[in-house]
């Protein structure tokens, strides 16, 4: 395992803990070249308040099982606030490793694909097996953490 990827996941279990979800925290971590392009946690919008806020889990509240109606949410994904932050700053991701807690799910996986990220490292599954499709035929290279050593 390169020390480096060690580096920059336990980044993203650390940034993991910023989150305002009570379900669960996820962290990702968007490098190019060994520089961080920009980072991510699951949580609420800006205007919009958290689970946390909230003092309760929309998705416990309607029994929602994990991997499924990702829509029925107050959170943002990690990889879709990274993502997000990115095109805010304008930054180009094109050819970077994503470094995240969680496998991406498939509304991650599209949004990924399109951000011309090119790797993506995991420590954890998800109970999506799409996603996992969708980026394999779209080339893109995913490795669960563990694997590495």
Known sequence: MDKWDERFMELAKHIATWSSCLRGQVGAVIV??????TTGYNG???GVKSCVERGECLRNKLDIKSGTHAELCYAAHAEQNAIIQAAKEGISLKGCTLYCTKRPCVICA????NAGIKRIIFFDDYPDEF????LKEAGVEIVKYQDLK
């Open 32 to 37: 190019k070249d060994k520089r961080i392009m």
């Open 44 to 46: 609420a919008p800006v």
């Open 110 to 113: 599209k949004m990924i694909i």
């Open 131 to 134: 996603s996992m499709e969708i």
